[in-house]
């Protein structure tokens, strides 16, 4: 009979995860993976074991967001990944040094983020969180098509433009057949740490009809608060710190919408 081409060997590293879901965005700087982080926190909470994945090789943030250095150990090729707040986190930002990384070309990119997959115990998992790298370009392509999506969350801010980014995001995921669990408005309004009172800065609301126009669901708001980033650059994410704080809050709701 005709030989198609051979299916790609499944990833022994995950072989034991029941779900892997991607947290992408249109571009950078919108706070993707500061809900990545805290999300996978909120899941973990519901009594999920989850998993942290930084697929983004050339600005891995992980590391610095949940606090944790040092090298992870290595027996073989099995790489173990590194317990941070109660979950397992990789990245490459664990393993090789970031300028080194920085000029990597697009193969080696490739290679890494299967060898983050494939080559780390991630052992039993309920869900795989995947920070994704932002943008919707080849990398991002690649990726989705390669790791067996359960499926993805788009994270945006309620500007025009980040929203733009979002739709293409959408698009993009739409392309290869993985399903779109919903948006997300980061930095929705602002939350005056002091007196309490809501801002809408960047406008509100945005987001939600970008969500109702593409017919993908809105999993919620979250408030641009200096707790959040706050605790973000000391390593201690606000979901790990203060679980019970208004700030948290917005995760968990998100996280109950998701398993
Ligand atoms: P991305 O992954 O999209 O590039 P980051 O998660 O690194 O974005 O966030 C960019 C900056 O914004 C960081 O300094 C982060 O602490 C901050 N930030 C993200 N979300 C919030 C929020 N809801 N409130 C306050 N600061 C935030």
Not at 8 to 28: M, N, R, T
Not at 37 to 44: K, S, T
Not at 235 to 241: D, E, F, H, W
Request: proline fraction near 7%.
């Amino acid at each position: 009979g005709k030989q198609g081409p051979k299916p790609a060997p499944p990833l022994e590293g995950i072989k034991d995860v029941k779900a892997i879901i991607a947290i992408a965005s249109g571009k950078g700087g919108v706070g993707k993976s500061t809900t990545a982080v805290n999300l996978a926190l909120a899941l973990a909470r519901r009594g999920l074991n989850v998993g942290l994945l930084d697929a983004d090789i050339y600005g891995p943030s992980v590391p610095r967001l949940v606090g944790a250095q040092g090298k992870p150990d290595v027996a073989g090729k099995i790489i173990e990944p590194i317990i941070a707040h109660g979950i397992k986190t990789m990245s490459i930002g664990y393993l090789v040094d970031q300028e080194k990384a920085m000029v990597w070309r697009g193969p080696m990119v490739g290679s890494a983020v299967t060898q983050l997959l494939g080559d780390v115990h991630w052992g039993d998992l309920d869900i795989l969180v995947v920070d994704m790298p932002p943008g919707t370009g080849d990398a991002q392509l690649t990726l989705s098509q390669k790791v067996p999506l359960a499926g993805a969350v788009i994270v945006s801010t309620p500007q025009d433009i980040a929203l733009i980014d979002a739709r293409k995001g959408l698009a993009m995921f739409r392309q290869v057949d993985v399903p779109i669990f919903g948006i997300i408005e980061n930095m929705s309004y602002f939350l005056c740490p002091s007196c309490g009172d809501r801002a809408d800065i960047f406008g509100t609301g945005g987001a939600r009809e970008t969500a109702a126009a593409l017919g993908a669901d809105f999993l919620g708001e979250i408030p641009l608060h200096m707790d959040i980033r706050e605790t973000s650059d000391q390593g201690t994410p606000v979901v790990s710190v203060s679980p019970d704080g208004p700030q948290a809050r917005a995760y968990l709701d998100i996280a109950e919408k998701i398993a």
